[in-house]
């Protein structure tokens, strides 16, 4: 399985941006995709995640209201649409699949994107 994330830039404070992940195969049908980030030095983070067995969509308080997560099953493809982005919210963001455990832990995934910049200017 490979997931291929894109979509990532620079912007400035305010802005939106959409990332997407696409997975070489229908991978994420009955399981969980999620994206994390990290930034330099710090350790990667949960962002947001969406199920299509019955979780639906979860996300990080640090994101909730400004980010959403979704998904066209048919694409075998996820998005993160960000919206009233900030500078803290810089970081490389990553796509990934799982199939059990928390959807929170980076733990749970089996698979993982390249990932895709994200940089925000004050």
């Known amino acids: 399985v490979q997931l291929q994330a894109c979509g990532g830039g620079l912007v400035q404070a305010g802005g939106s941006l959409r990332l997407s992940c696409a997975a070489s195969?229908?991978?994420?049908?009955?399981?969980?995709a999620g994206w994390f980030r990290q930034a330099p030095g710090k350790e990667r983070e949960f962002v947001a995640a969406i199920s299509w067995s019955g979780v639906g969509t979860v996300y990080a308080d640090s994101v909730k209201g400004r980010f959403t997560v979704s998904g066209e099953y048919a694409k075998n493809t996820v998005y993160l649409q960000m919206n009233s982005l900030k500078p803290e919210d810089t970081a490389v963001y990553y796509c990934?699949?799982?199939?059990?455990?928390?959807?929170?832990?980076?733990?749970?995934?089996?698979?993982w994107g390249q990932g895709t910049l994200v940089t925000v200017s004050s």
């Open positions: 195969e229908r991978t994420f049908s009955g399981n969980y």
């Open positions: 990934a699949t799982g199939t059990s455990g928390s959807v929170t832990n980076v733990r749970s995934y089996d698979y």
